[in-house]
């Protein structure tokens, strides 16, 4: 039984960027609030100083988005740990644990929590644990007067009614957010397992295929000679060249036969070895002829490690061939399939010569219904997609133990790169 496709939990960057510019814009409205309309005595500089980084950070979550570096994940994680942070320090200055909108630092506690890994979800969930700590036990004063008057109370009692509301504004929209996109994980999975056992099936196929083959031989051969023995002692007439068909078609079946047991996937899909030489020459091998772009692949390593080989796995095999197929179809005039090893690595890489990713998705990429190119314009067959490709390739790739990257090249084109550690692809 195959084991059940997982996929990496991580934060929509697009989802992230619009819930921390609405969290910055709360920030914002509550200074001026407390010291223009209320005339409370704050830190306004330091405050505003926060805000501004908050700022900054925004500004990079944003055109993060749009060029090539550190993973969705990363960049999330990054984001919710300063985020945490700007807030202690803001609620530090502005009265601790006694400020009603300290509760805010359950967002992105809540957003980690439906989003991220446990590791690092675990990780948010400490450092917030240490900063209401300091925010318990030393917060500078608060900037309100003293309880007492009946106004002050009531201003209290509406400000920590009002960061209730956004708090719950905020888990709810990112409850929904993240069962969307969890929903949409889910149809496409579903799509992945699909295809890989359409593709199992096909090899199961050509295994039962050359075991029919040599089974049947047997039996074939001795059609072929009775029938020999029919047409010579047959007079000549309609026995004779019924029997000489006989022959003919007995032979035509042998040939058949004969064809199907030398295909190279005859034997049995789970030991069934290949070199990389021959993974990467069976990937190109439908684009040779291709006469629009030049396909070549090559595999390097250093001269003394051997070359591994390799389990003929079709969850490799057909990620690489839909990686190579969407090349072909923005690339230029040339795709370069290269395979690398080392003594710990082995890794596949896919090169074309078209105008590469879209920056507003590069980031995204591997995520369902995104589509991953600028646009029909730059295709060869006017195709657009809704990004399952990449989708299903990452997933079967991510299977298999490999590290899945997506980037553009140094002048142009894209570049897609599967990267195993040795021990968990190699045959030994």
Known sequence: MQPPIAVNRRVDLTSLAAIRAVIILIEAVATLVVRLGLHWAIPTASCVTLICLSLLVEAGLVAARRRDGPSAATISFACLMFDILQLTALLYLTGGASNPFAILILVPLTLAGGAMSGRQTLALFLLATVCLLILVLDPAPPPWPAPGPHANRLVFR???????????????????????????????????????????????????????????????????????????????????????????????????????????????????????????????????????????????????????????????????????????????????????????????????D???????????????????????????????????????????????GAEVDFRNGARFGAVVTARWPRARIEAR
Not at 175 to 195: D, P
Not at 357 to 376: D, H, N, Q
């Open 158 to 352: 509406v400000s920590f009614v009002v960061a209730l509301w956004l708090v719950g504004g905020f888990i709810t929209g990112i409850a929904s957010m993240v069962s969307g996109q969890h929903a949409r994980f889910e149809v496409a999975l579903r799509v992945t397992e699909s295809v890989l056992a359409r593709e199992q099936r096909l090899s199961a196929l050509g295994a039962l295929a050359a075991a029919a083959a040599h089974e049947l031989g047997t039996p074939l051969a001795t059609i072929s000679v009775v029938a020999r023995e029919m047409a010579l002692e047959a007079k000549d007439g309609p026995i004779r060249e019924d029997a000489q068909i006989l022959v003919e078609q007995a032979q035509r079946c042998r040939d058949i036969l004969k064809r199907l047991a030398e295909r190279p996937d005859q034997t049995d899909v789970l030991v069934e070895r290949l070199s990389l030489l021959d993974l990467v020459r069976e990937v190109v091998a439908p684009y040779l002829s291709a006469v629009e772009v030049r396909v070549e692949g090559v595999v390097t390593g250093p001269p003394n490690v051997p070359a591994p080989d390799l389990w003929r796995r079709q969850e490799v095999l057909h990620a690489l061939a839909a990686l190579v197929e969407n090349a072909y179809d923005f690339a230029r005039s040339e795709i370069l399939v290269t395979g690398r090893f080392d003594a710990d690595f082995v890794s596949v890489e896919v090169i074309d």
């Open 354 to 400: 078209g105008p590469g990713f879209a920056p507003s998705v590069l980031a995204r990429l591997g995520e369902p219904y995104l589509t991953s190119r600028p646009g029909a314009e730059g295709s060869r067959t006017g195709h657009v997609g809704m990004g399952l490709g990449f989708f299903i390739s990452k997933t079967l790739l991510e299977r298999t």
